[in-house]
C-alpha cells in the first residue's frame, strides 16, 4: 500500500493529510488559535461536585470548566501507585470544591461540553507510554504477530530492570514500536524518566489552575504517532518548519530522515494532490459511489446516521444483487467517511434490506474489515433485521465540520427554512394582532425581498381583504439584510 504524509503548514494553521494509494483517509487541522489540548496536563481546581452524576467541574484555566468522572479518579495507595478495586467510590469521599488536582485531557472540548479529565496520568514518547502511577506493561493491541509481542515484552522488562525503574511506574508498548530495537526502548525509557521528574517539579511549584505538560505541536505528533514501517514519505511545504521537522526526528526518530522531504512545487501542495476538493466534499451530506449509489450522512448532538441509497444504479442482475453491490461498495466508503471526517460517538448505519443473510454476514465483514485500519477504536454491533447497523466510535477532538464549520445564522442548524408563503401567513396574524392592541391608520411591514414579492403578488387579494377587513392601511418595504425568515410589523 502507498502511504504518504503531507504537511501543510502556513502561518496560521497546521494541516495533515493521510494519503493512501492517491486517496485522502484522513485529515487533521491545527490553528495557532485554537489548539487541541489532548494530552496536556493541568494543575486544577474543583469548582463544584455533582453528587447526582458522580462527577465534578474542575478549572484548569480555560474557558470553559472541565469535567472529571469518579470512574476517572485514580485510587492512589500507600505506596503512591494507583489502585483498581472494582468499586467505584462516591465522588464526594474522592473531591471537594477547592481542592486542587493533577489532571490530564482525554477529550477536547466539544460544542457546549468542557474537556473531559482523568488523573490516570501517562507521557508518551516515540515507542512507549509512561504510566507513572502504575506498574502494568502492556503492548498495542494493533501488533498482531505473537512473536513480536513476546519479545518486545521481553526487551522491555530487560530495559526497565536495567534502568532500576521496577517500582518507579509501568509501560505501554505502542505500535510504532513494532520492530525497535532494545536501544530504541532504551532511549524512549530515559527521556520519560528526565521527563517525569520534570513534570513532577512543576506539579510542586505551580498553582492551580496552570499547565504543567504540553502535547507536541501536530506536525511533531504526527512524527510521533502516525508513521509506520509501510509509510513511503512525508512531504511538508515550509522551509523553516521542514529544517524543525529533520532536527526533531534527527534527535527522536534517526530512521526518519530519509522519509521527510520539503515540497517546493508552484502549485500549492493540498491542491497538487487534490485534498483540498476532497475536504470541501467531507463537508457535504451526500456522499457518490462509483457504481451510482450514495451516503447521505447528518451529524447530530445525539448521534450520526448514515443512509444508504442505490440512487442511479440499475445493476445488471436482479434487485437483491443490486442492494447487495451497493451495500458492499457502501460499506468501504463509509469507513473512509468516518475516518475523513473524524465523526464519532453513536453511529447508526441504515443499510439497504437485502433478504439473504449470507448477504448480510459479508456486508458486515467488509465494514469490520475496512474499519481496522481506524486508529480511533470502535465498537459494533451486528446488523439488525431492518439493516440498521449500530457502532460507537472513540471521540477525542471535533469532527471536521465542527472545526471548518459553524452553526448557520439563518436556519440555526435547522438546515431548512420556513417558505415565503408561510411567513406572509405568520405577516397576517401578527398584523391582525397589532390591529387589535393598538388604535393606527397605517402599518409598514419590513421583510425579504422573496416574502414582499409574495405580498404584492400571489397573496395580493389576501393583503386588500386584510386592509378592508382592519380599516388599516398596509405598506410593504424591503429590507435587504432580513433573512426570508425575518419580518418586522412597524405601527405608523
Not at 470553559?64 to 505506596?79: L, M, N, P
Not at 506493561?137 to 494493533?142: K, L
Not at 448477504?359 to 465483514?365: A, S, T
Request: aromatic share 6%; proline share 2%.
Amino acid at each position: 500500500m502507498n502511504e504518504e504524509i503531507l504537511i501543510n503548514m502556513p502561518p496560521m494553521e497546521t494541516r495533515v493529510a493521510l494519503v493512501e494509494n492517491g486517496v485522502l483517509q484522513e485529515v487533521y487541522i491545527e490553528r495557532s488559535a485554537s489548539k487541541g489540548i489532548v494530552g496536556n496536563i493541568y494543575k486544577g481546581k474543583v469548582v463544584r461536585v455533582l453528587p447526582g452524576m458522580q462527577a465534578a467541574f474542575v478549572d484548569i484555566g480555560l474557558e470553559k470548566a472541565s469535567f472529571i468522572h469518579a470512574s476517572d479518579i485514580a485510587s492512589v495507595g500507600k505506596d503512591g501507585m494507583e489502585q483498581r478495586n472494582g468499586d467505584e467510590p462516591d465522588i464526594r469521599s474522592l473531591l471537594h470544591e477547592g481542592q486542587t488536582l493533577v489532571v490530564q485531557v482525554v477529550k477536547d472540548p466539544i460544542g457546549t461540553k468542557g474537556a473531559r479529565l482523568t488523573t490516570h496520568l501517562s507521557v508518551p514518547a516515540r515507542n512507549l507510554v509512561y504510566m507513572p502511577k502504575t506498574r502494568h506493561v502492556g503492548i498495542s493491541q494493533r501488533i498482531e504477530d505473537e512473536s513480536e509481542r513476546n519479545r518486545l515484552r521481553d526487551e522491555l522488562e530487560a530495559c526497565v530492570k536495567e534502568e532500576e525503574m521496577g517500582d518507579e511506574g509501568g509501560f505501554i508498548v505502542r505500535t510504532a514500536a513494532e520492530g525497535a530495537e532494545k536501544v530504541d526502548l532504551m532511549t524512549d525509557i530515559r527521556f520519560l524518566k528526565r521527563l517525569w521528574v520534570a513534570l513532577e517539579r512543576k506539579m510542586k511549584e505551580r498553582k492551580a489552575p496552570d499547565i504543567i505538560y504540553e502535547d507536541l505541536s501536530l506536525a511533531k505528533r504526527t512524527l510521533r504517532d502516525m508513521v509506520h514501517p509501510g509509510l513511503e514519505k512525508i512531504r511538508i511545504d515550509s522551509r523553516e518548519n521542514f529544517q524543525n521537522l529533520k532536527q526533531f526526528a534527527a534527535d527522536y526518530m534517526p530512521e526518519l530522515g530519509d522519509l521527510i522531504e520539503l515540497y517546493q512545487g508552484e502549485r500549492p501542495i493540498f491542491e497538487v494532490y487534490s485534498i483540498e476538493d476532497e475536504i470541501q466534499k467531507a463537508l457535504g451530506r451526500k456522499v457518490e459511489l462509483k457504481s451510482g449509489g450514495y451516503l447521505i450522512i447528518d451529524q447530530t448532538e445525539a448521534m450520526t446516521t448514515i443512509d444508504v441509497n442505490t440512487g442511479a444504479f440499475v445493476g445488471h442482475r436482479n434487485l437483491e444483487e443490486t442492494i447487495f453491490k451497493t451495500n458492499l461498495e457502501a460499506a468501504t466508503a463509509l469507513a473512509r467517511q468516518l475516518r475523513l471526517r473524524n465523526l464519532g460517538g453513536m453511529i447508526i448505519v441504515d443499510f439497504i434490506d437485502m433478504q439473504y443473510a449470507e448477504h448480510k454476514r459479508q456486508v458486515l465483514r467488509v465494514l469490520e474489515k475496512a474499519m481496522e485500519k481506524d486508529y480511533a477504536k470502535t465498537t459494533m454491533t451486528g446488523m439488525s433485521e431492518l439493516g440498521l447497523v449500530e457502532m460507537t466510535r472513540k471521540r477525542t477532538r471535533e469532527s471536521l465540520e465542527h472545526v471548518l464549520c459553524e452553526t448557520c445564522p439563518v436556519c440555526e442548524g435547522r438546515g431548512s427554512l420556513k417558505t415565503a408563503e408561510t411567513i406572509c401567513y405568520q405577516i397576517f396574524r401578527e398584523i391582525h394582532r397589532e390591529a387589535r392592541a393598538y388604535d393606527n391608520d397605517n402599518l409598514l411591514v419590513l421583510a425579504s425581498q422573496e416574502v414582499v414579492d409574495r405580498l404584492l403578488d400571489e397573496e395580493s387579494a389576501s393583503v386588500a381583504d386584510l386592509e378592508e377587513f382592519i380599516g388599516i392601511t398596509i405598506r410593504f418595504q424591503v429590507e435587504v439584510m432580513y433573512s426570508q425568515e425575518q419580518f418586522d410589523v412597524i405601527l405608523l
